[in-house]
């Protein structure tokens, strides 16, 4: 099964806690601080593997976690980072956070890497916090949550050619003929519903890889039919095969095709009508299509090269495949990667607009922003130092001066995060 779109869970791994230690040496029973750091927590590292061609594995595992830091240990020592967790994805895969649809990552080349999920830092242990006015301070941090989103990830084929055209037009079988490739065929329309690849060899030892991709319909540029799951995949091949039916076996006339799919492409995607294109008159085994065939060659007159063949008989195949090897031969391989290098990103959160915002709850006051929710999760509330730290770092941060323009009252109930809390004026 091909599978080219998919929804996953990433979350990189929390931070290691801080330490409350002090030091316990001969003659020394009370000690300056001594509590080390948390160790830092994995990213989810996203990584380019050409072995793999789809998104199945991805069916059957949607959740990918760092492993967090080590927590800090007495003696000053810090806790270890944990390693990041790296998952393969076949090349062309682009990954999409699934609630803002901002792209996070463009992978296409061998080896390309990108952070999906930055893991969280150390929380900071109590030899951080000492100072000559507090020399030996019961303070420590707890690690950083790790960076938590869904992504959907969507391949679109790398190929070097593209066998696009109406459905029935031959496609499946053409791509059989001339590779070891088997995909489905059968004569009725939408045979194909997902790409295959094939590696095709010319008699002169070149080679390349040929996708046979779902058939277009009119409308498919607004998702009719297979469109969009079809025109994506079109983005990434090089140089477009356009198969035609020149027959007519479906009482559709050849040029009128070749006219509409090259109008469905182009109100995809404009420079798609630039794409290097080739046609392949198929079926000149039938009647009738040496007739069309001149009157498609007039019509189109010189405007893309075209190559009379028959799948079922493989006449013109050969000169066929020696024109796409000789038209990859003159592209650049950067031909498909130009201007959009500048547009891969690793994707980083951006700033909140605002560093909390309070809403009512019937009697309770919800404290909400990521600040002010992930300065809850990274106190250590064991410690009465650490508590008198949060509150007064909330203060410094305007939470109490907006608690009380939104009514709040001495007892009140104040919620951030999963903890309460009672405001105290």
């Not at 499946?172 to 070891?180: G, W």
């Not at 182009?266 to 009647?287: F, G, H, S, W």
């Amino acid at each position: 099964m091909f599978v080219d779109k998919v929804k996953v869970f990433v979350k990189g791994g929390d931070g290691g806690n801080g330490m409350v230690a002090f030091r316990r040496e001969k003659y020394e029973p009370h000690g300056g601080p001594a509590g080390g750091d948390g160790g830092r927590g994995g990213d989810v590292v996203f990584q380019v593997d050409e072995g793999l061609r789809t998104l199945m594995d991805f069916r059957y595992r949607k959740q990918f976690k760092a492993d967090r830091g080590e927590h800090g240990r007495s003696k000053s020592q810090h806790g270890k980072g944990a390693d990041s967790l790296v998952v393969k994805v076949p090349p062309g895969t682009l990954v999409v956070d699934a609630e803002t649809g901002e792209t996070i990552a463009d992978l296409t080349e061998k080896g390309q890497t990108a952070v999906i999920a930055r893991g969280g830092r150390g929380g900071r242990g109590n030899i951080r916090f000492s100072s000559p006015k507090n020399p030996a301070p019961r303070v420590a941090e707890n690690g950083e949550p790790g960076v938590e989103r869904w992504v959907e990830l969507e391949l679109k084929l790398l190929a070097d050619a593209g066998l696009v055209g109406y459905p029935s037009v031959g496609k499946s079988t053409l791509l059989s003929a001339v590779s070891a490739a088997r995909p489905k065929t059968g004569a009725y329309h939408f045979t194909t519903i997902h790409p295959n690849l094939g590696v095709v060899e010319t008699e002169d030892g070149r080679s390349f890889v040929m996708a046979d991709l779902p058939g277009l319909i009119e409308g498919a540029h607004t998702g009719v039919g297979l469109g969009h799951q079809f025109l994506r995949h079109v983005e990434r091949t090089r140089v477009l095969v356009h198969v035609v039916d020149m027959a007519g076996s479906e009482g559709r006339d050849p040029y009128e095709d070749w006219v509409r799919i090259n109008e469905e492409l182009r109100l995809y995607r404009d420079e798609l009508v630039n794409r290097p294109q080739i046609v392949a008159a198929n079926k000149m085994d039938l009647p009738e299509a040496e007739k069309n065939l001149e009157r498609f060659k007039a019509a189109i007159d010189g405007e893309v090269p075209v190559f009379p063949v028959s799948s079922a008989t493989r006449e013109g195949l050969r000169e066929l495949l020696f024109a796409v090897a000789d038209r990859l031969d003159a592209l650049p391989e950067e031909t498909l990667e130009k201007g959009k290098k500048e547009e891969r990103k690793i994707y980083r959160s951006p700033a909140a607009e605002e560093p909390f915002w309070i809403r009512r709850e019937n009697e309770l006051f919800v404290v909400e922003g990521e600040r002010v929710e992930k300065l809850v999760k990274m106190t250590n509330f064991q410690y009465d130092e650490s508590i008198r730290r949060f509150a007064h770092t909330l203060k410094r941060m305007g939470v109490d001066d907006a608690l009380r323009e939104k009514g709040a009252k001495e007892g009140d109930t104040i919620r951030i995060g999963e903890m309460e809390f009672d405001f105290q004026d």
